[in-house]
């Protein structure tokens, strides 16, 4: 035990010498907590529309005013002809367009079927999908106001429609930032951590440190320890401060208790760092442990559920991501910031993080020889 | 006399390469132990087994009178090791470095406290205690490193090429410390490729392609190879290596 404090002295001692390291561990998560939520929004607002009105009536007019005024859209161009805005699509200067066909007005109040055009610029799939929908909504309103004023008040009964009344909950206005703010604190400090606990050890094995270590008495189980405690300790003073931005900059604040949150953060970086340090028993050079580490922290990223949701994975990722405790977090994260949820609601997901952790741990502790 | 270090027909091998072969001599108490050969002769990696760093693959060995198999961490608290390459920690300083390493191997604060005092005492340097080790000449992070594996006051003290790269000057300062260790009854084992350093030692043994061709005093070895020094005894046993470096 008394090694372990010699260890955890030196260990601080060398993190607060290197000023560079630690200036860049504060300050790169704040400025990416601030600015990428801003930039990694799904929310589409701008998307650039071209329209193609033959009609020219007051009716086509109105709607075209009832599009524009949605905030969604963009007009571009107003076109005489399709071909004129499809050379707009093509030059990738609108992405939507709406041609609304010659005798709008008339067929739609004489005869009650009209249709209308709307053509799509698809590469960017979101994007298209949610123009085309907020499109087709619209449409869909004006339909309705369009048949209150033309149809005799006697039909209206019969051609009523379904009205739907979604109600959100837990995120009643569907604030964007709710969702994503808390999801990349998590992936700044599963980087940051995973890298810090991989690099710290395997420098040693690099400038040789490690080798006088090994000739030492010091059990290898404190050694670990001594390598990770420091890391807790910078994680959660992070962790922290993201907290801090995330309510300064985005009004994020948990609904659920900060004791609850703490909690499943030590859980998670019980698993996190015992994983960085798995990496580091396998490499021996910082190279390699970059490369590992950009591995895993792209699969470990991209499946996390940060952008997408897991319950729409094929089975096999489900499993893969369980596996791996940053999904676990995500969802413990959102669920006490969003719902308020305790700690024996988000059971589940402690117990799997201290779980992966216990394997990650001992496998790393194993893995690691004093001799070879 | 005892035997400190013990090994009989001591083997290591690598797949099917055989770094060291049945190695088996005895060094004895307060002994300085040269142990030469051209690089890649095998040096490092006996020393490595002898250390409780590398499994052996075959033959015996015990060190301070613990089996190099199942003992290592007795061994461990026994030994001070100084490796090839430079091992304090370059961003502490001289005296947390001490610190470090005397706390790691159960020294009492006020130990550490006396024994800092001690060693910086007697390298000549308590203006450089605040100093980070990185920014110290060669010569002197050498000397501090043998000073810092003698600090938990072991009985046998390995130095792998300890002399690499470092001024004459300072190379005979570094061989008073091992003399101080040794006339205090530290057992010194020590590879080098400085033949005038060979000449001061006790006993050496000459390892050619993982094998100990010869072990004796230096003045017998001249005799047996009719030769004037010991740099003509290496070349005479060396030249027949016929193994690449690893």
């Known amino acids: ?372 | 006399m005892e035997a400190v270090i013990k090994t009989e027909h001591l083997t290591k091998k690598f797949g099917t390469f055989v770094a060291c072969s049945d190695l088996t001599f005895e060094v004895q108490k307060g002994e300085i132990f040269g142990f030469l050969g051209a690089n890649g002769a095998g040096k490092t990696t006996a020393m490595r087994m002898l250390c409780g760093l590398s499994l052996p693959s075959s033959g015996q060995a015990t060190i301070a009178g613990f089996d190099v198999y199942k003992q290592t961490e007795q061994i461990k608290k026994n030994i001070g090791y100084m490796s090839q390459k430079f091992s304090l920690y370059e961003d502490l300083t001289v005296a947390e470095n001490i610190r470090f390493y005397a706390g790691i191997y159960g020294l009492s604060i006020r130990d550490i406290k006396d024994k800092t005092a001690e060693l910086l005492d007697k390298l000549g340097m308590q203006a450089e205690a605040k100093k980070l080790v990185g920014q110290l000449p060669l010569g002197w992070k050498q000397k501090l490193a043998f000073s810092v594996s003698l600090a938990h006051s072991p009985k046998i003290v390995f130095l792998d090429e300890p002399t690499g790269g470092v001024d004459p000057v300072t190379r005979r300062q570094f061989w008073d410390l091992i003399y101080y260790a040794a006339d205090a009854g530290v057992t010194v084992f020590v590879t080098t490729h400085y033949m005038d350093e060979a000449e001061y030692c006790n006993r050496v043994s000459i390892m050619v392609d993982g094998v100990i061709e010869a072990l004796d005093s230096p003045k017998n070895l001249k005799q047996q190879y009719e030769a004037k020094t010991m740099e003509d005894v290496f070349y005479k046993l060396a030249r027949k290596a016929k193994r690449a470096e690893i």
């Not at chain 1, 994983?275 to 792209?298: D, I, V």
């Open chain 1, 1 to 372: 035990m008394r090694s372990l404090y010699f260890l955890l002295e030196k260990e601080f001692k060398q993190m607060f010498r290197s000023k560079g390291l630690l200036r860049t561990l504060f300050i790169a998560p704040v400025i990416q907590l601030i600015l990428m939520p801003m930039a990694a929004n799904y929310s589409v607002k701008n998307i650039s529309l071209a329209i193609v009105d033959h009609d020219h009536s007051s009716v086509s007019q109105k709607l075209i005013s009832k599009v524009t005024a949605s905030g969604h859209f963009q007009l571009v161009a107003y076109c005489n002809n399709n071909n004129e805005a499809l050379e707009l699509i093509e030059h990738d200067k609108a992405d939507l367009i709406l041609e609304i066909p010659n005798k709008f007005e008339q067929n739609l109040v004489r005869e009650n079927v009209q249709k209308l055009n709307v053509q799509i610029n698809a590469i960017e799939g979101v994007k298209a999908g949610l123009g085309g929908g907020y499109l087709a909504s619209i449409i869909g309103d004006f339909n309705t106001e369009a048949r209150i004023r033309t149809v005799q008040p006697a039909h209206i009964q019969q051609g009523a429609a379904i009205s739907i009344m979604p109600v959100n909950w837990y995120n009643q206005f569907l604030n964007y930032y709710l969702f994503i703010v808390p999801g990349i604190l998590v992936n700044l400090i599963t980087g940051i951590g995973i890298m810090q606990a991989a690099f710290n050890l395997v420098k040693e094995k690099e400038i040789g440190t490690i080798e006088q270590i090994n000739v030492t008495p010091i059990k290898k189980q404190y050694f670990i320890l001594g390598k990770l405690l420091p890391f807790y300790a910078l994680s959660i003073i992070i962790f922290t401060v993201g907290l801090l931005v995330s309510y300064v900059f985005y009004n994020v604040f948990p609904v659920g208790s900060f004791g609850t949150m703490y909690v499943s953060l030590f859980a998670y970086l019980f698993a996190l760092l015992g994983f960085g340090l798995l990496l580091s028993t396998y490499s021996e050079t910082q190279q390699q442990t970059m490369s590992l580490a950009f591995f895993f922290l792209n699969v470990l990223n991209m499946m996390s559920g940060l952008f997408t949701s897991i319950d729409s994975m094929p089975q096999w990722a489900k499993v893969v991501t369980g596996c791996f405790p940053v999904s676990h977090f995500i969802q413990t994260m959102r669920m006490i910031m969003l719902k308020g949820s305790t700690l024996s609601d988000v059971s589940f997901h402690l117990w799997a993080m201290v779980g992966i952790g216990i394997v990650f741990n001992g496998w790393a502790v194993l893995n690691y020889r004093k001799r070879s």
